[in-house]
């Protein structure tokens, strides 16, 4: 339970990071929703790998191992999430908040189960 307590802090962290990047993005530039939201999900991947490695999965992996997966997991996250919000909110025309929500859930399930067996576990490849 500490894990999953500790994962949904740094999620919540990294997504409100996330979010103030998304809310600048639609507020101040020209940018579809979905490239907003993509600059915000990658600026809350750099808290969440440092967090999610030395809290959460308190992680003795080889940073030269762990960095790699993670940006490979972050890489289809990104596109699970950019490809969501452009549905929902740029094709669909849901509200944008609400897009990235239902994104957001999404790739909250995603994350947790490929950073806890595969990006964070072990010493191993």
Known sequence: MREVASFLGVGALATALQYVVY?????????PAAA????GYLSGSVLSYAL???VTFRSDRDHAVAVPKFYAMVAVAF??????????????????WLGQVIST??????????????VFRGRAS
Do not use: E, K, M, Q
């Not at 809310?23 to 940018?31: F, N, Y």
């Not at 790739?107 to 189960?113: D, E, G, K, R």
């Open 36 to 39: 907003s939201s993509a600059a």
């Open 79 to 96: 596109t699970i999430n950019a490809s969501i919000v452009a549905l929902l909110v740029d094709w669909a025309g849901l509200n944008a």
């Open 52 to 54: 999610n490695y030395h």
């Open 23 to 31: 809310a600048i993005g639609l507020a101040l530039t020209p940018w």
């Open 105 to 118: 859930g999404v790739c909250l399930v995603f994350n947790y189960t490929v950073s806890r067996h595969w």
